[in-house]
């Protein structure tokens, strides 16, 4: 039987600095995936455990998400392959790694996809970042069948805490939580200067909260020139935005109140010395960084400086919490979603199970129909081609009949007697032959 697993590492139990050496940019994921399911392009092409696989990265966890018959095998073989993609060793891993199994497993996407799991409560980002896990893992060819679904229905269960409870209505998101932080820091933003370092989805998404905010003066560098000149158009007429190019993000640091770094760089991007140079031809103006960045964008000794304050993605937090917090109504909600829908997969996932069982006993039916049926026609001497179908009609909807009740009995198997021993029983009852009992 396909059992489910999920090994990873959150915010909840690492910090940034070992969260960003497990990080995955986009370009690395299929690498990765193909390594996971032993694809054939890969060195150990036909020794993996798992028969699906699905890497969801973000700026909170890294979590690998499997389909596999042998759980033990499974997780030794994911442990393997995060050792050697992030050059951390087995052992370093050992005790930062959370495991999840089955329904368990289920039930943590889908927390996840509802932001019931994010560093920010309700987040919206999230539920785009898991649709996206399970398209990368499509095009990949790791995804299968089961999570192929698994996914699908973490995106609904995440739409439906989104529109159905008051999480949903709050909209939180780490643009807003970062407006907080800088009216919190610098009062009215609309006479401050923004600098936006890096033009992907989370950055274009704070310029526009910024933006309606007040603040009016965004200036957009990317190592793509043409991308930071979209960003900027993309904020509309309410907003004085302009594209700079990269080489020249040292020098208008100087104007800048707020920095938002977010470039999925590998490496540093902002650098101390070029901060410390900017704050000194600027004195008495403080200057807010936010490096949302996973790994970081900032060198981490920025906060150091004078009249500097550097929050990195974790510090968002402390932002978040100060809110009024979600009523427990309003999280019990979310919670009762999150069983409902993970119920309904655990049924699906029980009557996929019961497939070939089912296809058995039909095959077994509709032979012995279709032999008593010819002998029954031969006996029947002439009839017309619509007697014939009549007879053959009658035969069908007979079996039809008989088996309706028996396969609802596989499709929702008592809970108390294990799957195995269950279908052994069908088996021998209705003296079937001993195939497998597992969905190809």
Known sequence: MTRLLVVGVSHQFAALSVRERLAFSRERIPHLLRALTGQPDEAAADSSPLSEAVLLSTCNRTEVYAAAKDLAAAESWIRGCLARSTGLSPA??????????????????????AGLESLILGENEILGQV????????????????????????????????SETEIGRAGRSVATVVVQLA????????????????????SSLTARALVQAGLTCILVANRTYDRAVSVARSLGSRAQARAVHFDALNEVLTAADIVICSTGAPHTVLHTDAVRKAMAA????????????????????????????????????DTACAEIPFTQEARQAAEDIVHEEASAFNEWLISRRAVPLIQELRQQADAICCQQVEQTLRRMGDLTPRQERLVKAMGAAIVGKMLHAPIQGLKHPPAQVPWE????MVRQLFDLSNAGDEAH
Do not use: M, W
């Open 183 to 202: 009216e919190r820091y610098l009062g009215c933003l609309s006479k401050h200067t923004a600098l936006i370092v890096g033009a992907g989805k989370i």
């Open 131 to 162: 649709r996206q896990a399970g398209e990368i893992a499509q095009e990949a060819g790791s995804s299968g069948h089961i999570l192929s679904t698994l996914f699908r229905l973490a995106v609904q269960a995440g739409k439906r805490v989104r």
């Open 421 to 424: 021993e269950y279908a052994e």
């Open 92 to 113: 370093a891993l050992a005790d930062l790694l959370y495991v999840y199994t089955d329904q368990q497993a289920v039930e943590h996407l889908l927390r996840v996809a």
């Open 282 to 317: 600027r004195p008495q103006r403080p200057l807010l960084i936010a490096d949302l960045a996973v790994p970081r964008d900032a060198d981490p000794e920025i906060g150091n400086l004078p009249g500097v304050c550097l929050v990195d993605i974790d510090g968002l937090e």
